[in-house]
């Protein structure tokens, strides 16, 4: 008997997928590939029920005779292993990121005398309203606060990207892109404190107080489902620290990053070229103590961000520090680095690493740029944060049109570099 292959990636079954089975069971016995966690968040969106449960659901349907796992977007290992005479799939997949795969799949087909099945997309009100249901539910604070540390256990590294309002939050949401056959977008969003004040037109002093802080949080939470790490600046008074763990666990944010340092915060980019007083071990750690303290689920994650490499203070410092505050039961750590040069976080890395292998290790690779997320992973780091190229790309773009209209007394010259109406008015989801 001859074998059909396809790959679901749902956790709701609708009339589209029965439809892909009963188009399957004409051609022969029907495999189903229930694609990995792993693969799954590379490519559309967070599973919210495990890939275990993903396998019964698919084995329970009618016209199933076989579940298997396949662990990556491309087909090539699992049809490799199952060589099945035909592949069934939607047409959906003709254009955008998956047709890359596609015509891997007809390459791979093409080359043992397999053959390709495309049936008409399902696409109406009902179809349309599970997939809105699903991802709508990964919006919920219930399952966005704990996807942080879900990713951590998925990902080899998980990539966070800057967020500052509803639009770079969409950005954050859908950005993805096909490369060697495989989908690649970002896992996370970080609301970094630079680019919100930026964007307010106000300096990195933590000026821009908590509420407005949350208001910017609050209008990338209303179009996005990814994971929020906050840049919490110095957390302020523990007293009140405490206070906006509780605000922050509510609204579903899954993480905040505190730095030691205290008084006048300035951005650690500017490094000892102006006066910045790091916090003393002690308080600092009185400060995590008792955000954990307050803390009232177990998802949420408070981060400790180290300061010593950039203000100067030594290797040494920056260990002791960073034991010190696991100690006091921060969720991860974070150090930072203002040199060129990657050596001293992968040293640090290295040694924070010998003794402590589980802790979470962040960070933001904005000035020493030229290392690769696989690199760092490599290093024991489990966040990336790109932490400003969203704001800094952005700026001398909008800088650049307004000084060529101002110059050419009209808009014509610059209408090659903008974005098409068409287009701006359909990034935004109509309910
Ligand atoms: C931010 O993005 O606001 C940060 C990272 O805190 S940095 O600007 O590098 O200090
Ligand atoms: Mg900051």
């Not at 219930?142 to 951590?152: H, N, P, S, V």
């Not at 300061?307 to 006091?328: C, H, K, N, Q, Y």
Request: glycine letters at 6%; aromatic letters at 6%; a negative charge.
């Amino acid at each position: 008997m001859k074998t059909v292959y396809t790959c679901f990636c749902t956790e709701m079954i609708h009339e589209g997928h029965r439809n892909i089975l009963r188009h399957a069971s004409q051609y022969g016995r029907v495999i189903v590939g229930a694609l990995s966690d792993r693969a799954l968040i590379r490519y559309n969106r967070f599973p919210s029920i495990p890939q275990e449960d993903r396998i019964k659901l698919y084995r329970s349907l009618e016209g199933v005779d076989n579940v298997v796992l396949q662990d990556d977007m491309g087909y090539e290992d699992v049809l490799s292993l199952i060589r099945p005479d035909y592949v069934i799939h939607g047409d959906n997949w003709k254009t955008g990121p998956e047709a890359a795969i596609r015509e891997q799949v007809l390459q791979k087909l093409k080359a043992y005398g397999g053959e390709l099945i495309e049936v008409p997309y399902t696409s109406n009100a009902h179809t349309r309203k599970i997939d809105r249901q699903l991802r709508e539910k990964l919006a919920m604070p219930e399952y966005r606060r704990k996807r942080l540390r879900q990713l951590i256990g998925i990902c080899p590294v998980v990539k966070a990207i800057e967020a500052h309002s509803g639009l770079t939050g969409l950005i954050a949401e859908k950005t993805i892109i096909e490369q060697d056959g495989q989908l690649d977008q970002f896992d996370a969003m970080w609301v970094s404190s630079l680019c919100d004040s930026t964007a307010k037109g106000k300096p990195d002093i933590e000026l821009v107080d908590m509420s407005s802080r949350l208001r910017t949080i609050d209008d990338i939470m209303e179009v996005t489902t990814k994971p929020i790490i906050l840049d919490g600046d110095t957390g302020g008074m523990a007293e009140h620290f405490i206070y906006n763990v509780r605000t922050l666990e509510r609204m579903g944010v899954s993480a905040v990053i505190i730095e030691d340092k205290k008084g006048l915060k300035k951005n650690s980019l500017f490094g000892n070229d102006v006066i910045q007083t790091q916090d003393d071990i002690e308080s600092f750690s009185a400060k995590i103590r008792a955000a954990k303290q307050a803390q009232l689920t177990e998802d949420f994650m408070i981060i400790a961000r180290i300061e010593s490499l950039i203000l100067e203070r030594g290797m040494e410092d920056a260990l002791t520090r960073a034991a010190a505050f696991v100690e006091a039961g921060a969720d991860g750590v974070m150090i930072h680095s203002r040199k060129k040069d990657p050596a001293e976080i992968l040293d640090f890395c290295d040694r924070f690493r010998k003794t402590d292998k589980t802790t979470p290790l962040v960070v933001v690779p904005s000035s020493f740029n030229t290392i690769t997320e696989a690199e760092l992973a490599a290093h024991g780091v489990n966040i990336v944060i790109y932490a400003n190229q969203l704001t800094r790309s952005a700026f001398p773009a909008m800088q650049k049109t307004a000084e060529d209209i101002l110059r050419f007394h009209r808009a014509k010259e610059v209408d090659d570099r903008l974005m098409p109406i068409k287009e701006i008015i359909t990034l935004i989801d109509e309910l």
